[in-house]
């Protein structure tokens, strides 16, 4: 045997001997003298001192190892996404808050509206019965009268005073319940409203003018109640 061969064979059994004292994670394999690689079987090539596994080796390099195939890199929004995003939510936004608050407006003024029939048919029910409106005025009389708040017994339609109106002739309670408008103040009565005040237009296209009228109403969003006739009252015409 030449000096060659056995030199390969004691490298050979040294590789055994250091392959079975140590176990690692390299592949079951061995490298010659001659510097080519042969496996052995049931053998594995010890971890080499000073290397890391491969996800350390990333982490060290300040990345992640990826799992399941997935780069958790791709996973999130870059900046240039998120500024889009948040971008678009504006404008959604600054075209569906004018249209959200303009139709909430307009819900509580027909809201307001269907009340006033409610109360409307209510007082003409109580006049037809005493002949009289809330306040106690005759219905025939001129004098003007103003209530601000009709739950009270002054009004007549939920309870009734001895000293405005006929027991014999009350027939009530006449509503069942008298909420406070959408704006949170109570309906007003005003035998003496006056309506107008240069808004209205007639059907010749004039403008009509101010006129007198008994009315029940909503004094709006603004809340500015007695003698005060503004363009956001709400109410209806009873007489």
Same mark, same amino acid.
């Given at each position: 045997m030449s000096k060659l061969s056995r030199l390969s064979t004691v490298v050979h059994r040294v590789t055994n001997v250091l392959n079975g004292s140590a176990g690692g994670f390299a592949l079951p394999c061995c490298r010659t003298f001659s510097g080519r690689a042969r496996r052995v079987p049931g053998r594995s090539l010890p971890a080499k001192a000073g290397l890391a596994e491969p996800s350390h080796?990333?982490?060290?390099?300040?990345?992640?190892?990826?799992?399941? *195939?997935?780069? +958790?890199?791709?996973?999130?929004?870059?900046?240039?996404?998120?500024?889009?995003?948040?971008?678009?939510?504006?404008?959604?936004?600054?075209?569906?808050?004018?249209?959200? +608050?303009?139709?909430?407006?307009?819900?509580? &003024?027909?809201?307001?509206? &269907?009340? +006033?029939?409610?109360? *409307?048919?209510?007082?003409?029910?109580?006049?037809?019965?005493?002949?009289?409106?809330?306040?106690?005025?005759?219905?025939?009389?001129?004098? *003007?009268?103003?209530?601000?708040?009709?739950?009270?017994?002054?009004?007549?339609?939920?309870?009734?005073?001895?000293?405005?109106?006929?027991?014999?002739?009350?027939?009530?309670? &006449?509503?069942k319940r008298i909420e406070t408008d959408p704006w949170n103040t109570h309906y007003f009565w005003d035998e003496d409203y006056e309506t107008g005040h240069g808004r209205e237009i007639g059907k010749s296209g004039k403008i009509v003018g101010i006129e007198t009228h008994t009315v029940v109403g909503s004094y709006g969003p603004n809340k500015r109640g007695k003698n005060v006739y503004d363009d956001d009252d709400t109410y209806l015409i009873i007489e």
């Open positions: 080796t990333l982490a060290l390099l300040g990345r992640r190892a990826p799992r399941h *195939g997935v780069d +958790l890199r791709e996973t999130g929004f870059t900046l240039v996404e998120v500024m889009i995003v948040v971008m678009i939510i504006g404008i959604l936004s600054s075209i569906a808050t004018p249209a959200i +608050l303009h139709a909430a407006k307009t819900a509580k &003024y027909k809201q307001a509206a &269907y009340d +006033l029939e409610v109360i *409307g048919s209510a007082i003409r029910r109580l006049a037809w019965d005493t002949g009289k409106w809330p306040g106690g005025n005759d219905v025939t009389s001129t004098a *003007g009268d103003e209530l601000e708040d009709l739950t009270t017994p002054a009004a007549g339609l939920l309870s009734f005073t001895n000293t405005l109106f006929s027991a014999s002739k009350w027939k009530g309670p &006449y509503i």
